[in-house]
């Protein structure tokens, strides 16, 4: 029993630092601001600023103008200015991304380097969360089960007592 | 084969399953979650392909294992047998619940959508209510000889479900994606390949150690039944 679990604290630890890494790695890197956000408290630096583009708002850029839009979430909209190219064309109105760029305190618009579609990272978490930490728990308990069904048929003689009848 | 020298090789060799599925999934966890890209149309959700196919691949894998031991079980009409069935059928009824829980998460982002009446999903969980159709009947019958009799004709009969699910999706037309890997070819780009290959092989030998470590549970907790008095019969001691 002792073994069983020292290994899964082992295995808990190991998964668990990770599990950590790469929480911190997903705020400092991946996680995304909200237009309201941004609109009432300002922000510094490189941001990605997940939001709605507003209907009506959309203008695509022509001859080396940049594509201009109202990018919407959580009750506030913010101009977004994105001077990169649309490749193929997938931008749209009512579509959800996800603005890679900087804010502009002064002109109060977001200008954006890049473009992303929304990640959707809760639904990736989501079916992580509720496939491996139930096979993790199935699997420990089978484990202690077994070892401990072990320790009391040993301790039962169940073989000794039951061929000796 | 005696049951005890069975239960000894499983108890010998389990360990190693272990380690390899151990290693197999962290590093598919590692290359899907990490070094993988994103898919063009998809973009991040397509990483929640690497746990949900490994699982519904296991799941089919778990249900051809319950088949051919009811088979087994009815030609020898060996307990342990019965045990192993009765492993791998739980094993089965956890993995295709994390198969239809997972492609359930996947399905809101990309079809909008939780569940559909598609031919493959319907398909799966066709074979979820076999599975608890056979754990119900196990538990309903408690004469030993019978409860593992009808339970392998009823695994049995459910195994026609297998190769509705695998070839409903070209079969019908369906919603569900097409089969990704098959022998018309690779249709994946390489990067996705490699975890993907990853996951659905470490799923699958973790499976078959669980399925060890589960046959092992089921056979000892007879044995503690056989010691206080009841099914003696049954147990090989």
Known sequence: MKRL??????????FGSITCLGILRYDRE????????VSSEGAKGELRLLGMIEAGSFVRGVEGKPTRFMLSGEGAKVAVVFSGKDEDESLRELKTIVALGKWETERKQFDASELALDPNYGFVTSAYVFSLIPLAFFLFYMERRVSLLYVMIKEEKVYQSETQA | MTATRFIGILRKYEKWFGIVALILISAGLYTGLVTSSADYFQGEVVRIMYVHVPFAQTAMLAYSTLFFCSIWYLWKRDAIVDNACHAAAGLALFFTAGGLITGAIWGKPTWNAWWVWDPRLTSFAIMFLTLVGYLMLRTFLDDVEKRATFAAILAIIGFIDLPIIHFSVEW?????????VSTRGVSIAPDMLVPFALMSFGVGILFTYMLMVRTQLLYLEHLLEAKQGRFLSEAEL
């Open chain 1, 30 to 37: 991946v996680k995304t601001v909200s237009p309201a956000k």
């Open chain 1, 5 to 14: 679990y020292i290994r899964w604290t082992v295995l808990v630890l190991i």
């Open chain 2, 172 to 180: 019908w037309r369906s919603l569900h994606q097409p089969l990704s």
